[in-house]
Each structure stands twice: as C-alpha cells, then as structure tokens.
C-alpha cells in the first residue's frame, strides 16, 4: 500500500470515528433535554407530546388533595390565565404549599393531567424560577390588557 493510500484511510477513519462520536453525543443530549412551558402554553398545545417537560407556575389555593395512600398528590398549577391538573405520586418538597411558586417534570396525559415525577419548590420568599416569574408577568399583562 502506498503511502497516499495508508493517509487516506487514515483520515477517512478518523471522520468515521468523529461522525459516530458526534452522533452519539448529539443522541444523548437529545435524550437529556427537558423543556419548560407555562400553563396557558400547555393549554394551546406547545408543550410535546408523549415526552418529558416542566410545567411551572403558582400552586393554585385550594387545590391541593392528598390521596388515601400518603404518597400521592393532586394539585393545580396556574399562570393566572391558565390552570393545568397536576398529579404526583412521592415526597413533596418541604416548601411545597398553596400560593406559592412551583416548577413539575413530567408528562401530560392524553386525558389533560400533567403526571409529574419530580416537583421542584421555591427555597426562599424572594426566589421564583426565571421562566415562571416570566410566564407569570405575561400572562398578569395579557389579563390586564384584555380587559375593556
């Protein structure tokens, strides 16, 4: 084999193995990529179907109810505008309450309720997470704009 031939096989193998490096760090990426959406979002039908993403907003007052078995809880998350049902089957965050600020990770189902596996709470009284205080100051602005 020639030398002309030995370089460019060697470099035709060198892109082979970084074409397949590169795939598989672009699958795993995809895999671990996890989207927020508001509630008024989920509403309209942005947020994915069938696939993993964060709902986030204010646990609404009043609808929080505890299941017989202790573990599960049902809950409303609202941006003011829109309300989405939450369901979570674990142990809540400390801060965890009604009026306050909360972020799910989880699924929606095909009957509407958002079945979360993991609920992240505020850890103090000034911290909300940016993209709920964000969907939260638009849909205030889009209420008091609507009106007449």
Same mark, same amino acid.
């Given at each position: 084999?020639?030398?002309? +031939?030995?370089?460019?096989?060697?470099?035709?193998?060198?892109?082979?193995?970084?074409?397949?490096?590169?795939?598989?760090?672009?699958?795993?990426?995809?895999?671990?990529?996890?989207?927020?959406?508001?509630?008024?979002?989920?509403?309209?039908?942005?947020?994915?179907?069938?696939?993993?993403?964060?709902?986030?907003?204010?646990?609404?007052?009043?609808?929080?109810?505890?299941?017989?078995?202790?573990?599960?809880?049902?809950?409303?998350?609202?941006?003011?505008?829109?309300?989405?049902?939450?369901?979570?089957?674990?142990?809540?965050?400390?801060?965890?309450?009604?009026?306050?600020?909360?972020?799910?990770?989880?699924?929606?189902?095909?009957?509407?309720?958002?079945?979360?596996?993991?609920?992240?709470?505020? +850890?103090?009284?000034?911290?909300?997470?940016?993209?709920?205080?964000?969907?939260?100051?638009?849909?205030?602005?889009?209420?008091?704009?609507?009106?007449?």
């Amino acid at each position: 084999m020639k030398n002309r +031939h030995k370089r460019l096989a060697l470099i035709t193998g060198g892109l082979a193995v970084f074409g397949i490096a590169t795939a598989l760090v672009l699958n795993a990426f995809q895999n671990n990529l996890v989207f927020f959406f508001t509630p008024t979002q989920v509403s309209a039908g942005e947020a994915p179907k069938g696939q993993t993403f964060r709902v986030g907003g204010m646990v609404q007052v009043g609808s929080v109810q505890r299941q017989n078995d202790g573990l599960t809880v049902k809950f409303v998350v609202t941006d003011t505008a829109k309300i989405i049902p939450v369901s979570y089957t674990g142990i809540l965050p400390d801060l965890f309450s009604e009026g306050k600020g909360v972020v799910a990770q989880g699924k929606l189902g095909v009957d509407g309720l958002f079945r979360a596996e993991e609920v992240l709470a505020k +850890h103090d009284e000034n911290y909300m997470p940016p993209e709920a205080q964000h969907a939260l100051d638009e849909a205030a602005k889009n209420t008091t704009t609507a009106r007449p």
